[in-house]
């Protein structure tokens, strides 16, 4: 017996599994592609939506509707130069905003692109999302202009200013060619909402399927 050794018995590990949970960002940049299909709806027929911007008189309709604005909340009562030129360009800016960064798609015709501009901004809609073109270089410089107009007439007030300059730079940057066809999500949501089961080595086994493992037992009469 003492010439004899206990046999190499190899007994199944147990495996330990967990739940690692999906990671969560609170700010997510999502970019929107575009296929051959796609452009080739866009190609078939003119965008109404965004094609105004190049007609006759499509840039000094800004002026007007500026200049009409500044009437309009002058004539209210008690409204001073520093209130009526930040409430100007606030609403400007507000305006364009939500009318070339805000909303997608077009809002007639759509079944002629086959929904090809479903995504798109209107400022992305604009000469085909070609960049530096001179209808987006006059709107990137109305905005501008008039802050520097507010900024003057409101006498440099540091708060004034900091509220136009804040406003300025969020409706600006989605204009720069490094934002197209880019979206920011607040809390984006999981689709799946599950979490990952993972075993120790890293396979992702469920737990449900494992079976049991059976004992199993050495006693002194192997031995002999």
């Given at each position: 017996?003492?010439?004899?050794?206990?046999?190499?018995?190899?007994?199944?590990?147990?495996?330990?599994?967990?739940?690692?949970?999906?990671?969560?960002?609170?700010?997510?940049?999502?970019?929107?592609?575009?296929?051959?299909?796609?452009?080739?709806?866009?190609?078939?027929?003119?965008?109404?939506?965004?094609?105004?911007?190049?007609?006759?008189?499509?840039?000094?309709?800004?002026?007007?509707?500026?200049?009409?604005?500044?009437?309009?909340?002058?004539?209210?009562?008690?409204?001073?130069q520093n209130i009526s030129w930040t409430a100007v360009n606030l609403t400007y800016l507000a305006c364009s905003y939500l009318m070339f960064h805000w909303v997608t798609g077009i809002p007639f015709g759509s079944e002629l692109h086959g929904g090809a501009y479903d995504d798109l901004t209107l400022w992305e809609q604009i000469d085909g999302g070609a960049q530096?073109?001179?209808?987006?270089?006059?709107?990137?410089?109305?905005?501008?202009?008039?802050?520097?107009?507010?900024?003057?007439?409101?006498?440099?007030?540091?708060?004034?200013?900091?509220?136009?300059?804040?406003?300025?730079?969020?409706?600006?940057?989605?204009?720069?060619?490094?934002?197209?066809?880019?979206?920011?999500?607040?809390?984006?949501?999981?689709?799946?909402?599950?979490?990952?089961?993972?075993?120790?080595?890293?396979?992702?086994?469920?737990?449900?399927?494992?079976?049991?493992?059976?004992?199993?037992?050495?006693?002194?009469?192997?031995?002999?």
């Amino acid at each position: 017996m003492s010439g004899l050794t206990p046999p190499n018995i190899k007994l199944p590990l147990s495996i330990h599994t967990h739940r690692r949970g999906r990671s969560s960002s609170f700010l997510k940049v999502e970019h929107v592609d575009s296929s051959n299909e796609v452009a080739l709806d866009q190609a078939a027929y003119a965008n109404p939506n965004a094609e105004w911007v190049n007609r006759k008189g499509a840039w000094m309709i800004h002026v007007v509707l500026v200049a009409a604005g500044k009437v309009i909340i002058d004539v209210i009562p008690g409204v001073t130069q520093n209130i009526s030129w930040t409430a100007v360009n606030l609403t400007y800016l507000a305006c364009s905003y939500l009318m070339f960064h805000w909303v997608t798609g077009i809002p007639f015709g759509s079944e002629l692109h086959g929904g090809a501009y479903d995504d798109l901004t209107l400022w992305e809609q604009i000469d085909g999302g070609a960049q530096n073109t001179p209808s987006k270089k006059w709107l990137f410089s109305v905005p501008v202009g008039l802050f520097l107009l507010s900024t003057h007439y409101t006498n440099y007030n540091p708060w004034l200013f900091a509220i136009n300059l804040s406003a300025l730079i969020f409706v600006l940057v989605p204009k720069l060619p490094i934002a197209h066809r880019q979206r920011l999500r607040i809390l984006p949501h999981d689709p799946s909402g599950n979490a990952t089961p993972t075993t120790t080595s890293g396979a992702t086994t469920p737990t449900d399927h494992l079976r049991a493992v059976p004992e199993i037992h050495i006693t002194d009469s192997q031995f002999r």
